[in-house]
């Protein structure tokens, strides 16, 4: 079993930046994919970026490519997300999620954190 549990958002001007946490729990393994996704009222849920739990790969929405960065802390189990000039079409409610390595679907969330980008 996995536990997520996001924090950092909150509200922001446009152009501002803010780091979401997620701070993982439970059996975490190596072959893991974290993940973070985004979800707008009225719109679908949508991943803005992942990262292997080892090694260096990286999948942004391009969206987001240039100005968010996915990264995590082994030593601390801790996954980030750095949102650099956001924009307000980036408010949204934001997930941390994570996937089993030979899994198709993220089977783990969080409870989500609000982000709120004022124009």
């Known amino acids: 079993q996995v536990q997520l549990v996001e924090s950092g958002g909150g509200l922001v001007q446009a152009g501002g930046s803010l780091r979401l946490s997620c701070a993982a729990s439970?059996?975490?393994?190596?072959?893991?994919?974290m993940g973070w996704f985004r979800q707008a009222p009225g719109k679908e849920r949508e991943l803005v970026a992942n990262i292997r739990w080892s090694g260096s790969t990286t999948y942004y929405a391009d969206s987001v490519k240039g100005r968010f960065t996915i990264s995590r802390d082994n030593a601390k189990i801790m996954v980030y997300l750095q949102m650099n000039n956001l924009k307000p079409e980036d408010t949204a409610v934001y997930y941390c999620a994570a996937k089993a390595g030979q899994s198709s679907t993220y089977g783990y969330w969080g409870q989500g954190t609000q982000v709120t980008v004022s124009s």
């Open positions: 439970g059996r975490i393994f190596s072959s893991y994919t």
